[in-house]
């Protein structure tokens, strides 16, 4: 703002409160006729004003002081009011009437200056993140646990004792809570005499940056908002209400995470009562940060009790959530609302007429209205209440049918309008009526399109990537789905032929068979296409893209003619990476590639077609990537990609534009099937659930009940169930997750608290000890050891190995890269330095030998057409003495070493495999059918004589007769999504 028009605001400000509040009205009408932003601006400081000092105090003494121009405008016509008027004003404002910003690089810069590799206890600083004036955040390495971490030092300015006890306010509440969507404290401590906070280091943005960019997409802010609640539900779960909440104490991580920020005003309150807060008087918090009557807090995002400075409980929080989302829809702060028409009260907010902003869906404008009641009973009364509210708008919104009438497509247009801002283009914004495709009470997946987009293929089964089930096809929009085909073999990828004849898809097999099928629309008999060709789609009538397995598992992007002739690599993935699916851009110059390594998804990523380079990833940061596809016109890149706990769908424009989040909510979506006209797409939405269950001599039971729950184990007495589980709305497809432990009698779960990464892990009874494998944001993996009591914190062992795990007499096996290349190395106890267990390179360790002397691993080398076969390996010994096993398997030695348990097809669903428990001759370290030099048949081990056969994988305790194993229960459907 220009300082004439600023004069101009001021002068008409000065002018305006000499009239009474009702004459106010008519004098603006005449003064500000034809300039509508500076009555805003007038009214805003009256709204301001007519709460009276209380609120003044507020602004200058308790609110930190950002240096924005705007803000030192509005506080320095507050004060000279102030001061007409014979107000006594705070010591605070002082800097106000010297125009004096407390900011670092003044008064507010630190004593101690901190450069890099300077160290503050075991914590080596970096550099510097920012300055404030309570202080400076260096961006620093924890030397001890190998981590990086956000340290932040109080500035001089700030060692009053208010400003102390509100850092060690800061301190014990946030180290108090452990949560998902709290920003969490690890440390605290002292420097030179200047109190220092050690937090996790974040990488994103604030939410008011974010905001600051134009309004966000409802659903968007639907997410964002349940995750804030979260957050706030633990904090008030543990008695602390934060009393500061607004979008710049919300973080928003590069990965879609929303984090809260800055316990420094926290108070505790109880739980509201049934005579909890009305118009008669609120209840006096416990633990009141400052003297009676005065306020602490942010102006415009406080409640009216807490304005007042009256006693409160959590719903003050909850009224300003309420200002929040109303904020991110709207992209307008809160002060702006009290422009909107002079209340009656001034901490009456007149917020009602913004709810009711055009295209805001309805539910959402109920939520709204009442998260921002006036009366703290008339609001929602716990976080947990508002939080359901908000899960019933975002499911609603993911699943509602869709009525093709002209009047909700007038409204869909209406809303998907009112969603984009006038400052810049934001992400696209999809209309409130999703149309639902299928309607199947399990699941369908994998949609694609043909050329005229009038017929719609996909799989029906439970899983995104490649599942059990039948390859469909139906007409659009109504049409009667049909199964093409009738087998019990693992899918994945269908597409139409160029002639929409035939439909093509993968078809996987027990032993590493990645190979083309087709089979025909009318019906006809499925058959082989293109061998060891999987993800493939046609360039045109003659040419192929498709992925090819090389060595090992390798699997690189390749283009043939439909014959396998004159074929040329487009695409090879550093290491033993995997490239599962290849999208080509319409000018067919550029490939989106879904690749991933060690069973970790990448992001995708855009390659030249000539292959001249390796390109480069797309789409949101660090996020796992599993499908892609293009516009009609090459201008966007559209995702699948889960960039914070669950898969969303993401846009970003070619060649290197930003990554724009477009769907949200408790559901996934994956898999996206372009329309020809580029207004829309499909995909598969839903979700679902994988539980923990034992089976034992009282029958069957379930040992989880929340999450995505994986991985199940037995301590060696049997006593204990050792399994992973993701907590994270939506992550039923989560490959890491945290360590979690279940008393096998009574039921009763603990949470190990080591990572919320882990992606193997292998428990040693003997040291009381657990081995485990995390991804971080690098998506390199790291090997740990800790205690199992938590006693002592994990120390890191190796760093970029693989996932296979495996604990021996002598130490732990594990795999880790050497060059292109994966080795089986043994991790002594000792802390000697690991060496190699057998000299040749694997894809992975299956198993170890009861003695330690053998090792069962998948192998880098193909036995006949099995290009990935299971070998039996002496350790240390010579790798020209292998032994064959099976083709895609997993083999263990149960019950002392007298049963070999086998499980066939690791690319099948767990639920629908079986377990073979195969006797062992006493002395023998084989069944005699694994000692004939060449690759078992499942259909052999069944027909084994002695065998027992078990329904799922499932992992053994201390007698045959008790085993537990994960079920998955998943639902998803196929969904039309229109686009901007």
């Known amino acids: 703002m220009s300082p004439a028009r600023w004069q101009r605001v001021k002068s008409l400000f000065h002018e305006a409160a000499e009239y009474?509040?009702?004459?106010?009205?008519?004098?603006?009408?005449?003064?500000?006729?034809?300039?509508?932003?500076?009555?805003?601006?007038?009214?805003?400081?009256?709204?301001?004003?007519?709460?009276?000092?209380?609120?003044?105090?507020?602004?200058?003494?308790?609110?930190?002081?950002?240096?924005?121009?705007?803000?030192?405008?509005?506080?320095?016509?507050?004060?000279?009011?102030?001061?007409?008027?014979?107000?006594?004003?705070?010591?605070?404002?002082?800097?106000?009437?010297?125009?004096?910003?407390?900011?670092?690089?003044?008064?507010?810069?630190?004593?101690?200056?901190?450069?890099?590799?300077?160290?503050?206890?075991?914590?080596?600083?970096?550099?510097?993140?920012?300055?404030?004036?309570?202080?400076?955040?260096?961006?620093?390495?924890?030397?001890?646990?190998?981590?990086?971490?956000?340290?932040?030092?109080?500035?001089?300015?700030?060692?009053?004792?208010?400003?102390?006890?509100?850092?060690?306010?800061?301190?014990?509440?946030?180290?108090?809570?452990?949560?998902?969507?709290?920003?969490?404290?690890?440390?605290?401590?002292?420097?030179?005499?200047?109190?220092?906070?050690?937090?996790?280091?974040?990488?994103?943005?604030?939410?008011?940056?974010?905001?600051?960019?134009?309004?966000?997409?409802?659903?968007?802010?639907?997410?964002?908002?349940?995750?804030?609640?979260?957050?706030?539900?633990?904090?008030?779960?543990?008695?602390?209400?934060?009393?500061?909440i607004k979008p710049a104490n919300i973080f928003v991580t590069s990965t879609g995470q929303a984090k809260i920020l800055d316990f420094g005003l926290a108070t505790t309150s109880?739980?509201?009562?049934?005579?909890?807060?009305?118009?008669?008087?609120?209840?006096?918090?416990?633990?009141?940060?400052?003297?009676?009557?005065?306020?602490?807090?942010?102006?415009?995002?406080?409640?009216?009790?807490?304005?007042?400075?009256?006693?409160?409980?959590?719903?003050?929080?909850?009224?300003?959530?309420?200002?929040?989302?109303?904020?991110?829809?709207?992209?307008?702060?809160?002060?702006?609302?009290?422009?909107?028409?002079?209340?009656?009260?001034?901490?009456?907010?007149?917020?009602?007429?913004?709810?009711?902003?055009?295209?805001?869906?309805?539910?959402?404008?109920?939520?709204?209205?009442?998260?921002?009641?006036?009366?703290?009973?008339?609001?929602?009364?716990?976080?947990?209440?508002?939080?359901?509210?908000?899960?019933?708008?975002?499911?609603?919104?993911?699943?509602?049918?869709?009525?093709?009438?002209?009047?909700?497509?007038?409204?869909?247009?209406?809303?998907?309008?009112?969603?984009?801002?006038?400052?810049?283009?934001?992400?696209?914004?999809?209309?409130?009526?999703?149309?639902?495709?299928?309607?199947?009470?399990?699941?369908?997946?994998?949609?694609?399109?043909?050329?005229?987009?009038?017929?719609?293929?996909?799989?029906?089964?439970?899983?995104?990537?490649?599942?059990?089930?039948?390859?469909?096809?139906?007409?659009?929009?109504?049409?009667?789905?049909?199964?093409?085909?009738?087998?019990?073999?693992?899918?994945?990828?269908?597409?139409?032929?160029?002639?929409?004849?035939?439909?093509?898809?993968?078809?996987?097999?027990?032993?590493?068979?990645?190979d083309t099928w087709r089979v025909p629309l009318s019906g006809g008999t499925a058959g082989p296409f293109v061998l060891n060709a999987s993800g493939l789609s046609w360039i045109s009538r003659d040419a192929l893209l498709f992925s090819e397995i090389g060595r090992g598992i390798h699997m690189s992007i390749v283009t043939s003619d439909d014959q396998r002739r004159s074929p040329r690599s487009v695409y090879l993935p550093p290491r033993t990476g995997m490239a599962h699916r290849a999208y080509l851009s319409p000018d067919r110059?550029?490939?989106?590639?879904?690749?991933?390594?060690?069973?970790?998804?990448?992001?995708?990523?855009?390659?030249?077609?000539?292959?001249?380079?390796?390109?480069?990833?797309?789409?949101?940061?660090?996020?796992?990537?599993?499908?892609?596809a293009w516009s009609p016109d090459g201008r966007w890149m559209y995702l699948s990609a889960n960039a914070g706990g669950a898969f969303h769908l993401w846009r970003q424009a070619f060649p290197d534009g930003t990554p724009e989040q477009i769907t949200a909510g408790p559901a996934e979506e994956e898999g996206i099937a372009m329309a020809p006209d580029g207004r829309s797409l499909i995909t598969s939405v839903g979700t679902g659930t994988s539980t923990i269950w034992m089976k034992d001599r009282r029958g069957e039971r379930p040992l989880s009940e929340q999450g995505h729950s994986f991985l199940p184990t037995f301590s060696r007495d049997g006593r204990t169930v050792y399994y992973l589980a993701n907590q994270r709305p939506g992550a039923s497809q989560a490959t890491r997750g945290e360590l979690w432990a279940v008393n096998a009698d009574n039921g009763v779960r603990r949470r190990l608290a080591l990572s919320d990464a882990i992606l193997r892990y292998a428990v040693d009874a003997d040291s009381n000890e657990v081995y485990f494998v995390t991804v971080g944001d690098t998506l390199k993996a790291t090997l740990w050891r800790a205690a199992l009591d938590g006693r002592s914190a994990p120390r890191q062992m190796a760093d970029d190995v693989g996932k296979s795990l495996a604990v021996t007499d002598d130490g732990v096996l594990f795999l880790a890269y050497e060059g292109a290349n994966t080795y089986v190395f043994v991790g002594r106890r000792e802390g000697t330095p690991a060496r190699k267990a057998l000299s040749k390179p694997v894809v992975s360790l299956v198993a170890v030998s009861p003695d330690g002397r053998w090792l069962v691993v998948t192998d880098d080398t193909a036995v006949g057409k099995v290009r990935a076969p299971i070998v039996l390996y002496p350790r240390g010994g010579s790798v020209t003495s292998r032994a064959p096993l099976c083709g895609a398997c997993f083999v263990k030695w149960v019950g002392d070493g007298r049963y070999l348990s086998v499980i066939f097809s690791g690319f099948s669903d767990a639920e629908h495999r079986s377990t073979y428990l195969v006797p062992i001759p006493a002395g023998e370290l084989l069944p005699p059918l694994f000692r004939q030099g060449r690759l078992v048949e499942e259909a052999e081990v069944a027909a084994t004589p002695g065998v027992r056969v078990i329904r799922g994988a499932v992992s053994f305790g201390a007698d045959l007769d008790t085993y537990v194993y994960a079920k998955l229960v998943s639902h998803r459907n196929l969904f039309r999504i229109p686009l901007e």
Request: proline share 7%.
């Open 20 to 244: 009474a509040p009702g004459a106010r009205a008519d004098f603006l009408d005449e003064a500000c006729a034809n300039d509508p932003e500076v009555r805003i601006e007038v009214e805003s400081l009256l709204a301001r004003d007519a709460c009276g000092p209380g609120l003044l105090n507020s602004e200058l003494d308790v609110a930190e002081w950002l240096g924005q121009e705007r803000s030192r405008l509005l506080r320095e016509v507050l004060v000279e009011r102030a001061r007409n008027s014979g107000v006594d004003l705070p010591e605070s404002a002082d800097s106000v009437r010297q125009n004096v910003p407390r900011t670092a690089g003044s008064s507010g810069q630190s004593a101690v200056s901190l450069k890099a590799g300077d160290g503050v206890g075991p914590y080596r600083v970096l550099d510097l993140l920012g300055a404030g004036g309570m202080g400076q955040v260096y961006k620093a390495a924890d030397t001890r646990l190998n981590r990086l971490v956000a340290l932040k030092l109080l500035s001089p300015v700030a060692l009053e004792p208010s400003r102390i006890h509100r850092f060690m306010r800061e301190a014990r509440a946030a180290s108090a809570l452990n949560h998902p969507n709290i920003c969490t404290v690890y440390d605290i401590g002292a420097y030179h005499g200047e109190p220092y906070l050690v937090m996790e280091l974040l990488d994103g943005q604030t939410l008011d940056a974010l905001i600051a960019r134009g309004p966000l997409t409802v659903n968007r802010v639907l997410d964002l908002g349940r995750q804030i609640v979260r957050g706030l539900q633990a904090a008030h779960a543990a008695g602390i209400v934060h009393r500061d």
């Open 589 to 628: 110059r550029w490939v989106l590639v879904a690749e991933m390594e060690a069973s970790v998804w990448l992001p995708c990523r855009l390659v030249p077609f000539d292959g001249r380079s390796r390109g480069r990833a797309v789409g949101p940061p660090r996020a796992s990537c599993t499908s892609a």
């Open 270 to 514: 109880a739980a509201p009562s049934d005579d909890a807060l009305d118009d008669a008087g609120p209840a006096t918090p416990i633990d009141p940060l400052t003297r009676p009557g005065s306020i602490a807090g942010t102006p415009g995002y406080m409640s009216p009790e807490q304005a007042r400075g009256l006693g409160l409980d959590a719903r003050s929080d909850l009224f300003s959530v309420g200002l929040v989302l109303l904020e991110m829809v709207t992209g307008k702060a809160p002060s702006v609302e009290r422009a909107l028409g002079p209340p009656q009260d001034c901490l009456a907010d007149p917020v009602a007429s913004r709810t009711q902003a055009r295209g805001l869906p309805r539910a959402v404008r109920r939520v709204l209205r009442k998260a921002l009641a006036h009366t703290p009973a008339d609001r929602h009364q716990t976080a947990g209440e508002l939080l359901n509210d908000l899960d019933r708008v975002s499911a609603a919104r993911a699943r509602r049918p869709f009525y093709a009438t002209a009047a909700l497509l007038g409204l869909a247009v209406v809303a998907a309008a009112s969603l984009v801002t006038s400052r810049e283009r934001r992400s696209p914004s999809l209309a409130p009526e999703w149309v639902q495709v299928t309607n199947f009470s399990d699941s369908a997946t994998e949609p694609a399109l043909s050329a005229d987009g009038q017929l719609l293929t996909f799989l029906r089964g439970p899983r995104t990537f490649s599942t059990l089930g039948q390859v469909y096809v139906m007409r659009l929009p109504d049409g009667e789905p049909r199964a093409l085909t009738d087998d019990n073999r693992m899918k994945m990828s269908p597409v139409f032929s160029p002639d929409t004849q035939e439909i093509a898809y993968t078809r996987i097999d027990a032993a590493w068979g990645w």
